[in-house]
């Protein structure tokens, strides 16, 4: 089952004419989540044709605008749409104070109710259904800030069309077996589940990492990772305002994917002083090969 990232923003806080604010939107199961919402991103989810009324699951990762601001004008759309299904945010503390105080003031009642998690701790699961887990990540920010972790659960064995004809496995019986039960044929032989199926597709896994400085602690919680965006918004030519803003440069992003054993990174949250994004992959790909950057509208998939 593949897990895809569709990029909406990779630029940061100042408003650059190429870059939008961090969002994304993550296809993963059954469900499309969005994470982060920064100014604009209903618009950027009109252009890459995401049916936003799919979306049941929102995750903020802090509390700067770059990362929220585009919140309530995508509330306001679902409930002009005449949304009915309820909506889960999982945020920091204060979001929903932040957000019920705009409606109220406004004397709006949205057609659809609104869940607040709030995100406190890291290494907690946050959400979880059939398919996938999220659980909050530690990152070291000016402000509280959590990134997000999403792991696909292990699929049911498929069965093997071969071997079930080799065995001469009734019809009826293979619901069961997809299930993972053993069969027993009429004269009592038992062919054990594994002669009849094959493994299923190996889960994958994605990390979420909004801004941060340099955090090691960040290293167990991803480790080997199939994908990981890893905030970069500075070359190693600014490390000095990096360290200041508590923000990462491209070298400190690839050196997590490194030492977290990651398979592959997405470096993103360019400051828009940069003209273009050579820099940063070649940065990141001295320390990690497999480094890539975001842009607007393009899909990852794992
Ligand atoms: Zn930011
Ligand atoms: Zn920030």
């Known amino acids: 089952m593949a897990l895809e990232v569709l990029i909406l923003g990779s630029g940061s806080a100042l408003p650059a004419l190429s ?4 969002s994304q939107v993550i296809s993963c ?6 994470v982060d919402c920064g100014e604009g991103t209903q618009v950027q989810l009109r252009k890459n044709k995401v049916k936003i009324q799919n979306i049941n699951q929102v995750f903020i990762s802090h509390l700067h605008g770059d990362h929220f601001f585009g919140l309530v004008g995508l509330l306001s759309t679902m409930h002009l749409l005449g949304r009915r299904a309820e909506l889960t945010i999982h945020g920091p503390k204060g979001l929903a104070e932040i957000v019920e105080i705009q409606f109220r003031n406004a004397g709006s009642h949205l057609s659809f109710q609104m869940i607040f998690n709030t995100v406190e701790k890291a290494g907690e699961v946050i959400y979880e259904d059939a398919k996938v887990v999220v659980t909050s990540l530690p990152l070291k920010h000016r402000i509280p800030c959590f990134g997000f972790h999403f792991q696909e659960k292990k699929g049911l064995r498929k069965l093997d069309g071969q071997k079930l004809l080799e065995y001469n496995i009734p ?3 293979r619901k069961s077996i997809s299930e993972g039960e053993d069969f027993r ?5 038992l062919i054990k589940n594994a002669q009849l199926t094959n493994d299923p597709p190996k889960p994958t896994s994605y990390a979420f990492c909004s801004d941060t400085a340099y955090y090691e602690k960040l290293i167990p919680f991803i480790e080997e990772v199939d994908l990981l965006y890893h905030e970069a918004t500075f070359l190693e030519s600014e490390r000095e305002r990096a360290k200041k803003t508590f923000h990462s440069t491209a070298k ?3 050196t997590i994917a490194l030492k977290a054993n990651a398979k592959h990174l997405i470096l993103g949250h360019f400051s828009n002083r ?12 001295m320390v990690f090969k497999q480094a ?5 509208g393009k899909v990852f998939t794992v």
């Open 292 to 296: 890539n950057v975001a842009e607007e």
């Open 185 to 189: 044929s009429e004269d009592g032989v």
């Open 171 to 173: 019809v009826y019986a």
């Open 19 to 22: 870059a939008n604010q961090t």
């Open 274 to 285: 940069y003209k273009n994004k050579d820099g940063f992959l070649q940065e990141a790909r």
């Open 29 to 34: 199961g059954n469900q499309l989540f969005l």
């Open 252 to 254: 400190d992003a690839a």
